[in-house]
């Protein structure tokens, strides 16, 4: 089994910072992608930003030049910073990890419980 631990939400004012953090765990063998999406009230689940196991990178227009994701391979944790947050960013924020059990498996998608990212004054 696979877990996914973020951490590092919170309510943050207009033009403020956060950096997310999203650990995994349990039976892996190896990574492939991993990424963050977000998940406002009443709205489907978008993808914000993602990055492979060799640090190619892919970003929703909507936060291009204010999110940076980056992830420790050694550590198996993703990372997403956030800068010049806007109201409209506020959602629930989960990642994702693309992960092989075993070197007989196949590559499943895991997710995170969740983090809250509120960005209010």
């Known amino acids: 089994q696979v877990q996914l631990v973020e951490s590092g939400g919170g309510l943050v004012q207009p033009g403020g910072s956060l950096r997310l953090s999203c650990a995994a765990s349990g039976s892996i063998f190896s990574i492939n992608a991993m990424g963050w999406y977000r998940q406002a009230p009443g709205k489907e689940r978008k993808l914000v930003a993602t990055i492979t196991n060799g640090g190619s990178t892919n970003y929703a227009d909507s936060v291009k030049g204010r999110f940076t994701i980056s992830r420790d391979n050694a550590k198996s944790t993703v990372y997403l910073q956030m800068n010049s947050l806007e109201p409209e960013d506020t959602a629930v924020y989960y990642c994702?990890?693309?992960?092989?059990?075993?070197?007989?498996?196949?590559?499943?998608?895991?997710w995170g419980q969740g983090t809250q990212v509120t960005v209010s004054s």
């Open positions: 994702n990890a693309n992960v092989r059990a075993s070197w007989v498996s196949a590559f499943s998608d895991y």
